[in-house]
């Protein structure tokens, strides 16, 4: 089962070293700059949803969060690939303090919908990319998968955020590991959440719209 | 160490400026109705970036030809960030565009530190140029190939080919001017800089006839003459920082000018072909670094190349 290691309210100081260390390469590297179009930063607990094309997405979207939020915000990875070794594992749990779920599972100990509500419970926020996966593909946005309805149904409560990452998939693409120095945004979205009768599919598709339309340059092709 | 006297004359010069300058925009915001018009905020949001922009300069003048190298290769670091950002580019450039960062910019900028002239001008236009989209070549992507590869080569020609001239005048051998060539980087900065500011003044307050109206709604032939004229005369102010006399110096400024103006259009042009209207948002108020150089980087190599064709040894 996926250990969680959340402390009450702080951050370990490798976590906060770590944090600090990355958001201030991430400015050096893409002078990353958070525009807030439809929402405000603030310490309520949300869930932000992001696309995703590359293994810096949270690094940028975590970098825009002031550090108090950021200490009580977790991004959500794929167990397959993060618990793969023990270098990886202490990478993303110890380091990056990120939450680790089975898009597999079969034992309900991996349940990943119960493992992010228990991060849920203690207060905190998570960074979740719907999509489920690394986009790279020509399409700008994959269909998102079910987490993000069925955590807004169990914690209607939570503010659900979407966050368009720009640039990013050609800073780091995947499997590369050296970023090439571009300029990125991120842009924060107004609330999205569950209209009431509203099914799964309808949602999710809204959603994705909403964070579909927060891309500043759709125009382009790359 | 640039002559103490000259030097000083010029901080406090441009430090009354910017006095002058922060004087008038907060009188101007206390004076006006509130929340502030987004005109003024812009306006306040400039000045204060010049003072970080002196201030950066004045720091890198006191540190000779390292502060000055190690500055402008920031400089064009952040002008290729941009350029490279708003230009297409596919997952197979990607060693191609490191290599424009990692590799061209510290090369450059060490030619230029160690006054390497004869690779200093051949490095980026010859070697690169070819090599560059050979890589491209071999990595078998041919699609929009020669859009991806020119602009790659427009981006290192405009960021840091030309940027890299402002450093490079310090390693001119100007015969009586020994020791002193970190005021011809003055002279060209303030000449060039202190001209967009005069043509935008002149534009604002006689501007009637559209210079290009499909590239630039702001730039009349009002605001580029009397911006040419003022500038030049500017120029000739400050000939006791060059080896130039005073009419020499008018004639230097307004070819430096002149190129700045251009470099202004072209950036423009970009622009609009990109569809943006700012290059970054790296200084606030100013848009981007390339949205500040841009004038700087076409005047730069003709003023290098001027003064040292007409007065190096």
Redesign the interface.
């Known amino acids: 089962m996926t250990k969680l290691h959340l402390r009450a309210n702080t951050f370990t100081l490798l976590q906060t070293v770590t944090s600090v260390g990355l958001s201030a390469l991430a400015w050096v590297v893409t002078?990353v700059?958070p525009i807030w179009n439809g929402s405000q930063p603030s310490e309520r607990q949300r869930i932000y949803f992001a696309n995703h094309a590359s293994h810096g997405d949270f690094i940028l979207l975590s970098a825009c969060l002031s550090e108090k939020v950021r200490a009580r915000t977790h991004a959500v990875a794929a167990a397959e690939y993060w618990g793969k070794s023990r270098l990886r594992r202490y990478i993303a749990e110890d380091m990056l303090s990120s939450v680790l779920i089975h898009r597999q599972w079969t034992d309900e100990a991996q349940n990943p919908i119960s493992i992010m509500l228990s991060v849920l419970d203690q207060g905190h926020s998570l960074i979740l990319f719907p999509e489920g996966t690394r986009n790279t593909t020509d399409q700008p946005l994959l269909p998102f998968r079910s987490g993000l309805y069925n955590l807004s149904m169990a914690r209607p409560e939570v503010e659900l955020i979407p966050c368009w990452i720009e640039?990013m998939s050609?800073v780091l693409?995947k499997g590369?590991f050296?970023p090439?120095?571009?300029?990125c945004?991120v842009v924060f979205g107004p609330a999205v959440s569950i209209a009431p009768g509203e099914d799964r599919r309808a949602f999710l598709e809204r959603a994705r719209q909403t964070l579909l339309a927060l891309n500043p340059?759709p125009?382009r092709?790359? | 160490m640039p002559p103490m006297h000259e030097t000083m004359i010029l901080v406090i010069g441009l430090v009354g400026v910017l006095t002058t300058a922060s004087l008038v925009a907060g009188i101007l915001s206390w004076r006006a109705p509130k929340p502030l018009s987004s005109t003024l905020v812009n306006l306040t949001q400039r000045i204060n970036a010049w003072w970080v922009m002196v201030v950066a300069i004045t720091v890198a003048f006191f540190f000779g030809r390292t502060g000055m190298t190690i500055l402008f290769a920031l400089i064009s670091f952040a002008a290729l960030r941009e350029f490279v950002t708003l230009t297409h580019s596919r997952r197979s450039d990607h060693w191609v565009l490191l290599g424009m960062f990692g590799i061209i910019i510290p090369f450059q900028y060490w030619l230029v530190w160690t006054a390497w002239y004869g690779l200093f001008t051949i490095f980026i236009p010859v070697y690169c140029f070819l090599l560059m989209p050979a890589i491209t070549a071999l990595n078998g992507d041919t699609e929009r190939f020669l859009e991806r590869v020119a602009a790659q080569q427009w981006a290192v020609m405009i960021s840091v080919y030309c940027v890299s001239h402002v450093p490079a005048l310090l390693t001119l051998n100007v015969p009586g001017f020994e020791g002193r060539n970190l005021l011809l980087i003055a002279f060209l900065i303030i000449t060039v800089q202190g001209s967009d500011v005069l043509q935008y003044i002149f534009g604002k307050l006689f501007g009637k006839h559209l210079l290009s109206p499909s590239v630039s709604p702001s730039k009349t032939w009002e605001g580029l003459v009397g911006g040419l004229a003022a500038s030049s005369l500017l120029g000739a102010l400050l000939s006791f920082l060059t080896p130039f006399s005073p009419l020499q110096a008018a004639a230097v400024a307004l070819v430096a000018c002149l190129m700045g103006f251009l470099g202004g259009l072209v950036a423009s042009a970009i622009k609009r072909d990109q569809g943006v209207k700012d290059w970054g948002h790296l200084i606030e108020g100013h848009g981007g670094m390339m949205d500040r150089a841009d004038s700087l980087v076409f005047a730069a190599p003709v003023f290098f190349h001027t003064v040292r064709y007409f007065w190096s040894a």
């Open positions: 002078g700059r640039n050609r693409p590369q050296l090439v120095p571009l300029l945004r340059r125009d092709d790359d």
